[in-house]
C-alpha cells in the first residue's frame, strides 16, 4: 500500500515538471479540462481523446481480422443498434437497427460476415458485410423466440471447422451450431449464466467466463466435453488470450480485478487489481480488455471509474500497474487497432435534464435534417431509461508523460479516496460522526434508531416543484401540495433538499443502489433489456445470485458489525427475506408486500406501528430499520382502479403517520428518519433526471433549513452508516458526501404532527379515456412489468388532459453547490 501510494505522489509531481517543460502537454492539460463534466452522483469525466457517437448502452466492440471494420454493438432500453465503423478514418459507415441484442459480436476471418447475438429473439442474426453496408443475410435458432429462456451472450467462430459456439445466460449453455447447415450439434450445460467464449489458437480448447459462477470453464472441443474449471473471482465477463495462447486475462467485475491464467496450468499466477487504490472495496466494475499490438500492455474498462486501467503485463506473473486513461461515462468495452484505443462509453459524455417528461419535443417536422435533430431530441429528452446515449472514445497509445497526465485527471474526476474510507467530511460535535467507529467502542452519535424508508420513482419537480424555497419548476409539478401535503410540511420544518440525486437510473437497479450503495454489472446490462419490452427478467432486489453485490446490502453489514436491523418490505417476496441476512428474525411476516397492490401505505404503517410498538414494549427497537412504502408509483389511469392521485396522497399520509408515531414514542431522541426514492424514472425534472425528492427527520436536523448541498443515495447511505458505526459497503458510498450540513448538535424535541389528506384516498378512476384503456393493459403486481416511459406519458396526459400541450421547457445548466467549507 505504501509502496502504491508513494508511487502516486511522484506521478503527480512529475506531471507538473513534464507540464512546465512540455508545453503540448500543458495544451492537453486545458483541454481535458475544458471537457470536464460533473455527474450526478458526484464523479466528473474529463474524456480524453476523440470520439464518435454510438447508440444506447454500447457493450462490444469486434474487430475485423484485417482491423478495417469495427462493429459496435447497442444494447440499451431504447432503439438497439449494430453500427459499422471505419476503423482508420474513424467514421461511422452505417446503423442498422435490431429487434433485441445483447453482447454478441464477432466477424468471420474472411470478413465477409458479422454475427450478432438476437437476445431474448433466441437467435444469432448473420449480416453480409458488403462494402461499406451490413446487409442481414441469416438468422441460426437456438430456440423459439421469447417463450424459451435461452438468451445468447458471447460467440465465438471455428473457421476450420465451420462452426459456431455461443454461451448463454438465461438456460446457462453451451451451443456449438453447424454454420452450414444451421444445426445445433452439441448443447452442454454450465451451470451459471456464461458471458463470453474464446477458442485457443490450436482450437482445441473453447476459454469461456461464467458470470454467476466465479471460474472459468474450459471445453474440450474435439471430445466435447468440461474438462476443467479454473477458479477466478465474481462476475468474470470479458476474456482475452494473447497470441501464443498460454495466457488468459479474465475481468472480474465484481471485485476490480483480473485475473491471469496459466491455460497450461490451468490456474490463475497473478491477480490485477485494477482499481484506483490497492483492496478498494467493490466499485470499479471491471468489464472490458484489450492488448496492446505487442502484447506488453493490458488496457482494462473499469466501468464504474469511468476509466481504463493500464498494466504493463510484459512478463506474466510480474506485472505492474502503469498507470489510468479518462474516458467516458460506464465504459463496456476497449479494443487496439494498431497503435489506437477505442473505447465504448456506455453512457456517453453526461447527464441530462428531462423537462419535457415523456412528451416528444415536436410533432412538426419541417425537413429530413430536423427529423433527424427531432428523433435525437426525443432519445435524449424523454425517458431516463434511454437519456444516455453511448460514445466512442479514440486515442492514441499515451508515452509515459501523456499517461502521467491522464492518471492525474482520473484521480481528480474521483471523489474516492482510499484513506477516506474510515474518515470523512464533517463538522465537530455534529451527530453525524466524521469516522466510522463501531457501536462496541461507543459511536459518536446521539442518534442510535435510524429508519429508512423507500418509495418509488419521482423526481423533485414532480412533487417539490412549487417550493418556493428550493430550486423547482412549477410547470413540472403533477403531485404538489395539495397532495403532499405531509411531504412539504416535513420539508418546510426540517430541511428541504433540492440538490439530491439518486443514483439509479430505474427500479430494476435502484433498489440495490438504495440498499447496496451500487448495482453490479450484471444488474446494469440487463435492465435495459427488460425495460425495452424485449423479455428477460431483472432481477435485483436480492432475487438472484449473480445480480447481488459482492459484499451484500446494508443488512449485511449490520450483521457482522452486530448491529440490530429489520426490515418491512423491502428485499422481501411473500413475506420471505430475498437474501440470507433478512432470514424470518429480521422481518416482519404480516407487513403486506409492494406486490399486494390492494393494500394502502396507510394500511402497511399500521402494521408497523404494531410491530414496531411490541419492540417498544421490550426494548428492542433495531438499530436500522427499512421500510417500503411504494404507492406513490401509482397505478395509472384505468378505470375501477386508485387515482395517482389518491395513491400519492396514501403515500403521503402514510409518511406523515409514520413520523408522527415514532416522534411520540419514546425513542424519538435517539431517531433519524431518512426517505428516499429509490429512482426518478417516472417524470421530468428541469435540472437532471436524477434529481428526486429526498428527506431527513430527526430531532437533530436543522429546522426550517434549506440545504443546497449535493447529495446522492450512496450519500444518505453513508450518513446511515457512520451513525450506525459501519463501514462503506462500495467505493460510491466511501466517496460520497455526508448529510451532516443537514444536522445539528443543538436537538430540537418538538414533535410532528401528520397532516390529514386533501384527497379522497379510496378514490378510483372513473373516465374511460384513451389514457385509462392505455393503463388497463400494464401489470403492477412487480416493478419492472410495466412499460415505465409509456407510463409516464398515460400519466401525464391523463392528469394534465388528453390533448394539453407541454409547457415551455425551464432549463437549468447542472451544476455542482456546496457549502464555501467544502474543500473539493
Known amino acids: 500500500m505504501k509502496r502504491f501510494l508513494k508511487f502516486c505522489l511522484c506521478l503527480l509531481w512529475a506531471t507538473g515538471v513534464w507540464a512546465q517543460k512540455n508545453p503540448d502537454l500543458k495544451k492537453l492539460d486545458a483541454e481535458l479540462e475544458s471537457r470536464r463534466v460533473m455527474l450526478p452522483n458526484g464523479w466528473s469525466l474529463t474524456p480524453a481523446g476523440r470520439s464518435l457517437e454510438l447508440g444506447d448502452l454500447p457493450l462490444n466492440i469486434a474487430v475485423s481480422a484485417s482491423s478495417k471494420r469495427l462493429a459496435v454493438t447497442n444494447n440499451g432500453q431504447g432503439t438497439q443498434t449494430i453500427q459499422l465503423i471505419d476503423a482508420q478514418n474513424e467514421k461511422v459507415l452505417q446503423s442498422i437497427e435490431i429487434p433485441k441484442s445483447f453482447y454478441g459480436l464477432k466477424f468471420s476471418r474472411d470478413e465477409q460476415f458479422l454475427y450478432a447475438s438476437g437476445g431474448n429473439d433466441n437467435w444469432i442474426m448473420k449480416y453480409a458485410l458488403t462494402g461499406n453496408k451490413l446487409v442481414l443475410n441469416d438468422s441460426i435458432k437456438l430456440g423459439k423466440k421469447m417463450t424459451e429462456k435461452i438468451s445468447p451472450v458471447g460467440i465465438e467462430i471455428d473457421d476450420t471447422r465451420n462452426l459456431l459456439y455461443v454461451v448463454t445466460k438465461e438456460n446457462n449453455s453451451l451451443y456449438i451450431l453447424d454454420l452450414k447447415s444451421k444445426a445445433i450439434v452439441h448443447q452442454e450445460k454450465l451451470g451459471h449464466e456464461g458471458y463470453t467464449c474464446v477458442l485457443s489458437p490450436s482450437h482445441k480448447e473453447l476459454f469461456i467466463s461464467l458470470w454467476g459462477g466465479k471460474k472459468i470453464a474450459v471445453f474440450n472441443t474435439e471430445n466435447r466435453r468440461v474438462t476443467h474449471s479454473i477458479s477466478v473471482t465474481y462476475n468474470p465477463n470479458e476474456i482475452i488470450l494473447n497470441k501464443k495462447g498460454n495466457i488468459l486475462y479474465v475481468a472480474n467485475a465484481g471485485d476490480n480485478s483480473v485475473s491471469v491464467v496459466d491455460t497450461k496450468a490451468k490456474k490463475v499466477i497473478e491477480t490485477l487489481d485494477a482499481a484506483l487504490y490497492p483492496n478498494s472495496p467493490a466499485g470499479s466494475v471491471t468489464n472490458g480488455l484489450a492488448l496492446s499490438k505487442d502484447e ?191 411531504q412539504h410540511r416535513l420539508a418546510r420544518e426540517f430541511v428541504l433538499l433540492d440538490n439530491f440525486y439518486v443514483d439509479a437510473e430505474v427500479s430494476a437497479d435502484g433498489h440495490n443502489w438504495s440498499m447496496g450503495a451500487h448495482a453490479n454489472d450484471y444488474l446494469e446490462k440487463t435492465w435495459p433489456t427488460g425495460y425495452g419490452r424485449r423479455g428477460g427478467a431483472t432481477e435485483g432486489m436480492g432475487r438472484r445470485e449473480v445480480a447481488n453485490n459482492k459484499d451484500g446490502y446494508i443488512w449485511d453489514f449490520c450483521k457482522r458489525q452486530g448491529v440490530s436491523y429489520r426490515s418491512y418490505g423491502v428485499f422481501v417476496d411473500t413475506n420471505k427475506g430475498n437474501i440470507p441476512a433478512l432470514d424470518k428474525d429480521h422481518v416482519c411476516s404480516y407487513f403486506a408486500t409492494y406486490y399486494q397492490q390492494q393494500v394502502k401505505d396507510t394500511t402497511r404503517v399500521n402494521q408497523w406501528k404494531r410491530d414496531f410498538d411490541s419492540l417498544v414494549v421490550v426494548g428492542t427497537v433495531p438499530a436500522f430499520s427499512s421500510i417500503r412504502l411504494g404507492a406513490d408509483h401509482t397505478q395509472g389511469l384505468a378505470v375501477n382502479r386508485p387515482t395517482p392521485y389518491a395513491c400519492v396522497a396514501d403515500n403521503d399520509l ?171
Not at 754 to 767: C, E, F, G, I, R
Not at 783 to 806: C, H, M, T
Open 654 to 824: 402514510a409518511v406523515g403517520m409514520l413520523v408522527e408515531h415514532i416522534a411520540k414514542s419514546p425513542i424519538w431522541k435517539q431517531s433519524a428518519i431518512f426517505i428516499v426514492e429509490d429512482d426518478a424514472q417516472n417524470g421530468p425534472d428541469h435540472v437532471d433526471a436524477h434529481r428526486s425528492t429526498a428527506l431527513v427527520i430527526s430531532p437533530y436536523t436543522k429546522r426550517k433549513f434549506v440545504d443546497h448541498t449535493m447529495y446522492s443515495t450512496s450519500g444518505m447511505l453513508r450518513t446511515m452508516e457512520l451513525i450506525l458505526g459501519l463501514p462503506p459497503m462500495t467505493q460510491y458510498d466511501a466517496a460520497a458526501m455526508p448529510m451532516f450540513r443537514s444536522f445539528t448538535a443543538q436537538p430540537n424535541f418538538a414533535m410532528y404532527q401528520a397532516v390529514p389528506a386533501n384527497v379522497d384516498l379510496s378514490a378510483v378512476n372513473t373516465a374511460a379515456t384513451n389514457s385509462a384503456k392505455r393503463s388497463a393493459l400494464l401489470d403492477f403486481t412487480d416493478v419492472d412489468r410495466i412499460d415505465d416511459k409509456l407510463f409516464n406519458e398515460i400519466l401525464w396526459k391523463g392528469l394534465r388532459g388528453e390533448d394539453v400541450k407541454v409547457p415551455a421547457p425551464r432549463r437549468s445548466a447542472f451544476v455542482r453547490v456546496v457549502a464555501k467549507d467544502d474543500d473539493d
Open 296 to 486: 506488453k500492455t493490458l488496457y482494462i474498462a473499469n466501468a464504474d471509474n469511468n476509466s481504463l486501467a493500464v498494466f504493463d503485463v510484459g512478463t506474466p506473473g510480474k506485472s505492474t500497474s502503469k498507470g489510468f486513461i479518462p474516458v467516458g461515462w460506464y465504459p463496456t468495452n476497449v479494443r487496439v487497432v494498431g497503435s489506437r484505443i477505442f473505447v465504448a462509453n456506455g453512457k456517453g459524455f453526461t447527464s441530462f435534464a428531462n423537462p419535457l417528461g415523456p412528451q416528444p419535443v415536436s410533432n412538426n417536422v419541417r425537413s429530413e435534417s430536423h427529423l433527424g435533430e427531432v428523433k435525437q431530441a426525443n432519445n435524449r429528452l424523454q425517458y431516463i431509461g434511454s437519456l444516455m446515449q453511448g460514445t466512442m472514445s479514440i486515442l492514441d497509445e499515451p508515452n509515459a508523460a501523456t499517461l502521467a497526465l491522464y492518471s492525474k485527471k482520473v484521480y481528480a474526476n474521483t471523489p474516492y479516496r482510499k484513506d477516506r474510507e474510515l474518515v470523512t467530511e464533517g463538522e465537530v460535535g455534529n451527530p453525524i460522526p466524521m469516522k466510522v467507529e463501531t457501536r462496541s467502542n461507543g459511536s459518536a452519535s446521539p442518534i442510535r434508531h435510524v429508519f429508512y424508508i423507500l418509495k418509488e420513482n419521482r423526481t423533485y419537480d414532480q412533487v417539490f416543484g412549487d417550493m418556493k424555497e428550493g430550486n423547482g419548476d412549477s410547470t413540472l409539478c403533477l403531485f404538489g401540495e395539495k397532495y403532499t401535503p405531509n
